[in-house]
Structure formats: C-alpha cells, structure tokens
C-alpha cells in the first residue's frame, strides 16, 4: 500500500522543488528582452515553479555578456524575487571570472549560485574542489553545484561531492551525471539537495531522495512536469508513474531530438507566442517541421491535464 512520505523523510528542499532551467528572452534584433523576461519569469512562478535558474546553459549564458547577465538578475528578481528562488548561473572555465559573476549575481539580488564544473581545461579533482571552496568563500549565498561531465569534461566525483558538503553554502546539486548509484550514495551521507538536471531522470532521482528538478521542458510546460512529483509525495506512485509517461513524447522532442534545449525551448515558447525570441549564433532556430512537431505534442500534453 502507498503511503505519503513522513516528514523525517522530505529531503532538503533549499531552493524549492520545482525549478526550471529558463531561456534568455532576446528581442527580434537580438538584444536582450527584459520585459519579455519578467513576463516569461512571472507565468513559469505563476504555473508552479517554486525556483528559476537564470544563465544557464538553457540561458544562452556562452553569448551573453557580464552586463547582460547581470541585467537578467536584477529584472527577474523585481519580478518574481519575493515569490520564488532566483538562482544564477556564474560558471565559468576561470575562477577569477567566475568570483566576479558570483559578486555581481549576489548583489543583483540572486538567492543562490549555479556554480559548473571548469570546462575544457578538465582539472583534477583537487583543482575542482579548490574552485568550488573559493566561490563557496567569496559570497554570501548558497550554491548548487552543477555537475555535467558531458559537457565538462570531467565529473565531480562521488567523494569529491562528500568533502564538499562540509561547507556551509554548498547546499545543492544539479545532477547531469547519469549516474543514479553514484548520487545516492552522496543523498544518503550528505544534507545536499540533489535536482535532476537529465529531464528522464527528475522522478527516478525523486524516488532515491532527490530534492526536485532543473528543468528546460518547465519552460514552456511547468505543470506538466511538476505533476509526477506532486504525485509521488501524495503517496500515489503508480499516478506519478503515468504522469511522468505522459511527458515522455516532448521531453523526447524537446531533450534528445539532437537539438540543445535552447533551440527547441524557444521554437516552441515562440509558437506559443511566449518571450523568447531568436537564438544567439552558434546555434540557429529550429527548422518549421520540428517547431510544429513540438507544438503538437505540446497539444497532446496539455489537453491530457
């Protein structure tokens, strides 16, 4: 027999539970779009996002400026900062660049720091580490570890994450590592939060202890993506189950048609006519056929809720 989660059992939750990885709006010439940001941030936290993670990689944060990150905080935060966790992204491949982010992001207003694994150059372990304890010491606000070693090029491992939970501020982790053993050994010996950031993993993570999800399919589908947790902690697991086989059809669209999330969250917020606006070069729009194919199973989705 299902039963509801006691409260002994809850996981720290520092950030919220449901956060969504949300895009750069820019204006059709390019420029950033503030007003489109507060108006997309202000449906996602009216929809159900208890938390926002701005410049990101969903974000465009490779070719957007200092400047403009910074703008985005602040805007946001005015929006929607006394409603829900605003959480920026400050990684960097260079530690010096990446304690000036942390600081203008802190006093932008942000209530937490994504903080990526130093990309490309691969350090070892102790270099991580050492990285991680300087922004850690360099601001007030909590940081969420981002751990995505495909895109790095190295992992924070397992013991490394343990050593790491000792400090105060390190508080979270988005978990792209693909390694469900690995992540909830460290659930089980830490307090750190752990999010989903592997769209297919939010409710099996969920299930070993997980705090939630960073998600870019939230962007343009919030509630649908929230509903299998809700579930879960209702006790109804076999709902959340299906709940969570409901989203499967766009998370596949959106996550693995081998276009970065960005390009189809925009395709499809566009279609909805929702902020959003063009991608930044490198990337290029989605093609017609694969924004259509997105709005449809969008369709599907929300007509099933």
């Known amino acids: 027999m299902s039963t509801t989660p006691s409260a002994t059992s809850v996981p720290p939750r520092p950030f919220g539970r449901a956060l969504c990885a949300m895009v750069t709006p820019f204006t059709t010439t390019g420029a950033l779009d503030l007003a489109g940001a507060r108006e997309l941030a202000a449906r996602l936290v009216d929809e159900g996002c208890d938390g926002l993670v701005l410049n990101g990689t969903t974000g465009e944060s490779p070719t957007t400026t200092d400047a403009e990150k910074t703008a985005l905080v602040r805007a946001v935060c005015a929006e929607v900062g006394d409603r829900a966790s605003v959480v920026a992204g400050v990684g960097s491949a260079d530690t010096r660049h990446t304690l000036a982010l942390a600081r203008e992001a802190e006093h932008a207003g942000a209530h937490g720091l994504l903080v990526v694994t130093p990309y490309y150059s691969r350090p070892p372990q102790g270099d991580i580490e050492a990285h991680f304890l300087r922004v850690a010491d360099a601001s ?166």
Do not use: Q
Not at 220 to 247: I, K, M
């Open 140 to 305: 007030g606000i909590p940081l969420m570890l981002y751990d995505i070693p495909a895109r790095a090029g190295t992992r924070i491992e397992p013991a490394t994450m343990l050593r790491l939970a000792a400090h105060p501020r390190v508080v979270a982790v988005k978990d792209c590592a693909y390694d469900l053993l690995g992540s909830a050994r460290v659930i089980a010996r830490t307090s750190l939060a752990y999010y989903s950031g592997s769209e297919e993993l939010n409710l099996p993570l969920y299930a070993v202890g997980g705090a939630g999800f960073v998600s870019t399919v939230a962007n343009a589908a919030p509630r649908a993506v929230r509903a299998p947790l809700d579930a879960y902690d209702a006790g109804a697991t076999a709902e959340s189950v299906r709940l969570n086989a409901r989203t499967l059809p766009l998370v596949e669209l959106m996550m693995a048609s081998g276009l970065p999330g960005t390009v189809t969250a925009k395709a499809l917020l566009g279609g909805l006519g929702l902020p959003a606006g063009p991608v930044r070069e490198p990337l290029r729009p989605a093609g017609r056929e694969t924004a259509d194919g997105l709005l449809r199973a969008y369709e599907e989705l929300v007509t099933a809720e």
